[in-house]
């Protein structure tokens, strides 16, 4: 079993829409949690860093961490083809450890 | 800020010839830096971490002879692939971090082709 399961899509949908993407993870030592977007050919750009459970919002992104669920997701609203990307979940122990991340989730937004 | 540059973008080279990758943190000073690659439609995969002014630490199954890894300065360090091969052609994507901090910066990434 992987220590971060990520679903690989991929996930089309209409512009507009309200995107949910998720990751698992068994490690309960993991306590920062971070969504990275990478479009074709490009390295990953940080979207959204959470330290802990709880939620952080950043314009149309929402994070939610659930440590007890060990489940992070990401909420795009009103999605907009320019958000067509893979989206990679991190996380990490702390103490600059490296990060573990997801397959990636590849999502289309189309018109 | 947190602006992370690679250099070069892309590369073809022959086989056999040694290629190097520039990484450098344009903002910040990164006490940490590490080299990822990636193949296509997969995730990124770690091959080394490395501090600077001390020697990189290698992934299980990443040769440390053929990857060269210096981190000679707060915001450069280097990947060298010695005598490359076609089936080192791979997106090759340096990081970088700052102090503890556990967010890490990633640069656009390299794109080499062995010919």
């Known amino acids: 079993q992987k220590e971060v399961e990520q679903d690989p899509g991929p996930l089309s949908v209409p512009e507009g829409a309200i995107v949910s993407l998720n990751c698992t993870y068994s490690?309960?030592?993991?306590?920062?949690f971070m969504w990275y977007r990478q479009y074709s050919r490009k390295g990953p750009e940080l979207l959204m860093y959470?330290?802990?459970?709880g939620n952080k919002e950043d314009g149309r992104f929402t994070a939610q961490v659930d440590k007890s669920s060990k489940y992070i997701s990401l909420f795009i609203r009103d999605s907009q083809p320019s958000d067509s990307a893979t989206y990679l979940c991190?996380?990490?122990?702390?103490?600059?450890?490296?990060?573990?991340f997801g397959t990636g989730t590849q999502l289309k937004v189309e018109l | 800020g947190a602006v992370v540059s690679q250099h070069p973008s892309w590369v073809i080279c022959k086989s056999g010839t040694s290629v190097k990758i520039e990484c450098r943190s344009l903002d910040f000073q990164a006490t940490t830096m590490f080299w990822y690659r990636q193949f296509p439609k997969q995730s990124l995969m770690l091959m080394a971490t490395?501090?600077?002014?001390?020697?990189?630490?290698?992934e299980q199954g990443v040769e440390k002879d053929k990857f060269l890894i210096n981190h000679a300065s707060l915001t450069l360090s280097t990947l060298t692939v010695t005598s490359a091969h076609p089936e080192d052609s791979s997106f090759y994507i340096c990081?970088?971090?700052?102090?503890?901090?556990?967010?890490?910066?990633f640069g656009p990434g390299t794109r080499l082709t062995v010919l």
């Open positions: 959470t330290y802990s459970s």
């Open positions: 990081s970088a971090t700052s102090g503890t901090a556990d967010t890490q910066y």
């Open positions: 490395s501090n600077e002014g001390s020697k990189a630490t290698y």
């Open positions: 991190a996380m990490s122990s702390g103490g600059g450890n490296k990060l573990t």
């Open positions: 490690n309960s030592a993991f306590q920062y």
